[in-house]
């Protein structure tokens, strides 16, 4: 047995080994610490943030550089984050635990588990999102204080407060208020807290908690109303039928609760109370924006407010066309900000020399005073991917000139001989560096332009050479972006291109917005205005074109499609078309999945299929990548015999688990055809537990899970052979096909597979391997032929199976097959891969709380000379060789010569 893994090992480890001088030459990886949601500034000007994505930092205060990082488990919700003594301390998961970091190095000094929750192992699905930058949560209430004895964290969660003394990492007192705590007041200098809590819809009450003597007295004075919060720590505010009034909380000292209580009124009429992140404002939402309350001495000051204002009681930004004017603490900076042109912040952090501002779409910026220019910009909207697309880019000058029908034929060649020999030149010189400003493609399609869109709606352009960000488009909207997709519905040509933008909000509705996908700029055609849908079901790309240009259908709640470009033409090519276009919708929540036809410019429901929430979720889902090529359609046999392959494009796999029962649960695995909504395969593992990875490509679905008998992580396949024994010359019909014929195998892996991705070629030669994200930050490639389900398990079905290695239940990690190598990647959120010019080599992005780009080639670069080739010693040699030929060519023919003279 040891044999035989040694000999895995070795088989998959020589797949692509990186020498060390490689390291950096095909890739790049950016570091991000997420969208801000706290922000603090020392003395020495580092500022700490922790972000919603679950990761603590400190930047440096020069550059924005990162001083250290901690990124918290992917379950993890930061509630809360201050700085106490030297210490970072984290609130997270509805105020149930408390970390603490040590603020120099970042190191970790405490965990601390401040209450239990009921349910600690949930089945996880596929609508369990992170926190978007409008979803922060208000249910936890985190306060620090100190007292003459200590520094405490007041935390309170649903009916239970929590008195926490973070340096010992000690909970110093729990009490249970037998309400929901909405806010709490604290009087530091009596270490008493006013606790205000609901006891129903209109019912609010107040509990004075003596922290010394550990004492409660709940006061028998309640208030009627719809909404209540504590403002400054000083007033208590209540929203009833549109009305604000408010009540100094000095006014509620016990003994004194009979007296009636004088509220004082506002001039505001609001529809509701939202938790601000500024600890000394509230802010009220009106029908024209909004309303900040500020404490004034013994009164409440109202601030008009609008979606770009933020406003507390010693600071208030401002965003108005790209310029942020921020007033903190009497001093006033403005800064240019063209990428917050739709933002409003969320945060201000003040420091001696600096102030720095957090943004809702990411944006964090260091300002100064005496400039418009701001000291350094740090986009933390990347972080925070929600679609990925990679553009082709135009071709030089002198390829379109040799290329172009336009040109004379001499001419062009003309002209590319001279650029050939200006190369060769700039190359003998040492001066054949590339132009990183250029916007053009390479001679093997390696150079793209990367475009990604963000939960905030943002889109940005990075270059896929070195990463860096070429154009920024800020949202248009302000809603938080659920899911999102690209579409090109022009290739680039003439140095311009036309892509769609669809975004899904979280409410149901969504937009779509066009612009050039190599500058940012948004389009300029009329028919190509952004639009919104009061209810978004699906974009895609329908199989006509007009004028060069792809059409895109947006269907709507209503079943109806809309068409981009909106024109007569558009409208005449898709009529034209025989081609149908299959799609299917999953609601994570009600477990429903539903399939529709769009074909001759309407939609049909074609079939659904429920799964009950309350019995099994859904927690995975994978089909086909769009357009894959296959280059085979069969596997040859030992005895030149051909199994042909079930290439389905229409399949997909599904993933549900039922609810835990003692730690475990069952696993199914349905493949369904999109076309017809039937069952093609169903697979069930009993006894597993989370998480759930699936990939499926040409005709296999691969997919993995955590045994609990064995206690070890498996992948299993299954692959689908078509059982007629022939393949179709018109290509693969759902309608028309029989049922495929099945094999499964299954193997043990040595790690936890959070993800997989499928390498896709221009030409599908190439083998396919799996990408596979693990825990540890790593993404390692998995060939083919070690997951193939005809793995022979002895030597009589090794003669049938050629060209696979024999079954071995273990397929380890090897390190060498590790794609970032030591650049661990934190919180991998997506791998998306893309072919390049190479039918060997393919380019991939992981994003997450980093970027990383590199590229893959599974079966080497067999059309490709290696990057360190020696071009020069080669192109010596054959000089010299010329030459040598050339001199001893005279010199033989003046031997001849002189002997014909003897």
Partial sequence: LKMKVLLVLALVGAAMALFEDQAGLFDWRTELVGPARFIEQLIDGTVITASRLGSVAALSSKDGSIVWRQSLRKEDVIDHMSVIKGVVCVVCNNGTRLLTFDVESGAAVGDVVVSSTADLDPVPSLSDARPTWQGLDDAVVVKGYKSAASHYLAIASGSQLSIVAPARGTVY?????????????????????????????????????????????????????????????????????????????????????????????????????????????????????????????????????????????????????????????????????????????????????????????????????????????????????????????????AEQEL???????????????????????????????????????????????????????????????????RYVMPADGSQAVVKASLHQLKPTANGASVVACMHYYADGSGAVMFFDGLTGQPSKEPTLARQAFPVAVAAHTLPATTDGMAILGVVDGDNTLHLFPSTSSANRALQATTHAVHFHKVDPVSGLLTGSVIHNGTVNQLWQIEFSPETERIVAMASAPA????????????????????????????????????????????????????????VQHSNVRAPVAIATSENWVLYSYRERSNKRNQLSVIEFFDSKGKASNDGFSSLAGSQPITMRQSFAFTD???????????????????????????????????????????????????????????????????????????????????????????????????????????????????????????AGTLLGLVVLTVTLSKLAARKRLQEQWK
């Fill in 173 to 397: 007192w729990q009490v249970d208020a037998q309400a929901s705590i909405v806010d709490v007041s604290i009087d530091t200098d009596s270490n008493t807290i006013m606790v205000l809590t609901q006891s129903s819809p209109t019912s609010f009450g107040f509990l004075a908690l003596d922290v010394d003597q550990k004492s409660t007295t709940p006061l028998s004075m309640s208030v009627t109303a719809q909404q209540c919060r504590i403002v400054a720590n000083t007033f208590v505010a209540c929203l009833n039928e549109g009305a604000v009034r408010y009540l100094p909380i000095s006014k509620l000292s016990v003994g004194s609760d009979k007296e009636p209580l004088s509220w004082q009124s506002l001039s505001v009429r609001g529809v509701g109370l939202v938790k601000s992140t500024a600890s000394d404002s509230l802010i009220i939402s009106t029908h024209d924006g909004g309303v900040a309350l500020l404490a004034e001495g013994d009164q409440v000051q109202a601030v008009p407010l609008d979606q770009h204002h933020f406003v507390s009681g010693s600071s208030s930004v401002v965003v108005q066309e790209g310029l942020a004017k921020v007033t903190v603490n009497g001093k006033e900076l403005s800064a240019s900000l063209p990428h917050a042109a739709n933002s409003a912040a969320i945060a201000v952090a003040d420091g001696k020399e600096h102030v720095v501002v957090a943004f809702a779409n990411g944006l964090l910026v260091s300002m100064t005073t005496g400039t418009t220019s701001p000291q350094w910009v740090r986009m933390e909207g990347l972080a925070d991917i929600a679609a990925t697309s990679f553009l082709d880019l135009p071709p030089d000058e």
């Fill in 403 to 469: 290329f172009g029908t336009e040109h004379n034929p001499l001419s062009s060649l003309t002209r590319r001989w001279l650029s050939t020999v200006s190369d060769i030149g700039r190359l003998a010189t040492g001066l054949a560096e590339e132009n990183e400003d250029q916007l053009v493609t390479d001679l093997f399609r390696l150079h793209k332009m990367l475009v990604v869109t963000d939960a905030a709606g943002t889109i940005y352009g990075l270059d896929s050479r070195r990463g860096q960000v």
């Fill in 627 to 682: 357009g894959e090529r296959t280059a085979s359609a069969g596997d040859i046999l030992g005895d030149k015999t051909v199994l042909f392959k079930y290439l389905n494009p229409n399949l997909l796999a599904v993933a549900t688990l039922t609810p835990y029962v003692k730690r475990k649960a069952t696993l199914t695995i349905y493949i369904i055809d999109t076309v017809k909504g039937t069952f093609i395969d169903r």
């Fill in 752 to 874: 936890i597979v959070q993800g997989m991705t499928v390498t896709q070629t221009n030409l599908g030669i190439t083998e396919r391997n799996v990408l596979i994200t693990l825990p540890s930050g790593g993404i390692m490639a998995l060939p083919r032929p070690f997951f193939n389900a005809r793995r022979p398990t002895n030597d009589k079905a090794a003669e049938r199976a050629v060209g696979l290695p024999k079954y071995n239940p273990l397929i380890p990690v090897s390190t060498k097959n590790i794609l970032n190598y030591y650049q661990s990647i934190q919180q991998i959120h997506g791998v998306v891969v893309a072919p390049s010019g190479l039918e060997s080599t393919s380019l991939v992005f992981a994003h997450g709380l980093d970027l990383f780009l590199t590229q893959i080639a599974p079966s080497k670069q067999f059309d490709r000379l290696n990057y360190d080739f020696a071009h020069l010693t080669l």
